[in-house]
T-cell receptor, first 113, second 112 residues
Framework: DSGVTQTPKHLITATGQRVTLRCSPR?????VYWYQQSLDQGLQFLIQ???????AKGNILERFSAQQFPDLHSELNLSSLELGDSALYFC????????????FGDGTRLSIL | GESVGLHLPTLSVQEGDNSIINCAYS??????FIWYKQESGKGPQFIID?????DKRQGQRVTVLLNKTVKHLSLQIAATQPGDSAVYFC???????????FGTGTRLQVFP
């Protein structure tokens, strides 16, 4: 158990809809990262928050947004969903940032019908 | 559980043998590297890391070797066990940017 908790485990929704994925980092970790894992693209970094502030951005679509709350949990919002958004979405956390291990949750599997 | 990539390179080893999983990284400015293990239906699990000022680091039954000259990373698993069966990913962090760049992964299959 990595100590990172993600909910829900599974989400099934339709195109055009909006969903929110939730992540609770390990106790004491200030950085939260979001990744997308699809069969054809592997693990792709989306965005990082550190202590409530956005710190690094990857190839995150404009339809996607995230935030980190004062209690350090984070939410990833996906809107105007398309079939291609079907993937596993992982959250990871680390104590700070930079050259430190990131510890991953078990992901949310998003299926768009 | 989901298969992570249908066309991953696969390494098949016999239980008890040593395994070597290789990874070529992309950026000469990368200064931090991590190996992860991902089992079906789970998130990547941290195995071991190494910084660019080192060329070898050992953990419990695992060793990571870093060759910066040819931008190559390897993970050695001693006395491979059935529980080691998983997909293994290397990841690099370029210049303390906080975002990990993951390789495509290698599937390790351990047979009795």
């Amino acid at each position: 158990d990595s100590g990172v908790t993600q909910t829900p485990k599974h989400l099934i929704t339709a195109t055009g809809q909006r969903v929110t994925l939730r992540c609770s980092p390990r106790s004491g970790d200030l950085s939260v990262y979001w990744y997308q894992q699809s069969l054809d693209q592997g693990l792709q970094f989306l965005i990082q928050y550190y202590n409530g502030e956005e710190r690094a951005k990857g190839n995150i679509l404009e339809r996607f947004s995230a935030q980190q709350f004062p209690d350090l949990h984070s939410e990833l919002n996906l809107s105007s969903l398309e079939l291609g958004d079907s993937a596993l979405y992982f959250c990871a956390s680390s104590v700070e940032g930079g050259n430190q291990p990131q510890h991953f949750g078990d992901g949310t599997r998003l299926s768009i019908l | 559980g989901e298969s992570v990539g249908l066309h991953l390179p696969t390494l098949s080893v016999q239980e008890g043998d040593n395994s070597i999983i290789n990874c070529a990284y992309s950026n000469s400015a990368s200064d931090y590297f991590i190996w992860y293990k991902q089992e079906s239906g789970k998130g990547p699990q941290f195995i071991i890391d190494i910084r660019s000022n080192m060329d070898k680091r050992q953990g419990q039954r695992v060793t990571v070797l870093l060759n910066k000259t040819v931008k190559h990373l390897s993970l050695q698993i001693a006395a491979t066990q059935p529980g080691d069966s998983a997909v293994y990913f290397c990841a690099e962090n370029i210049g303390n940017t906080d975002k990990l760049i993951f390789g495509t992964g290698t599937r390790l299959q351990v047979f009795p």
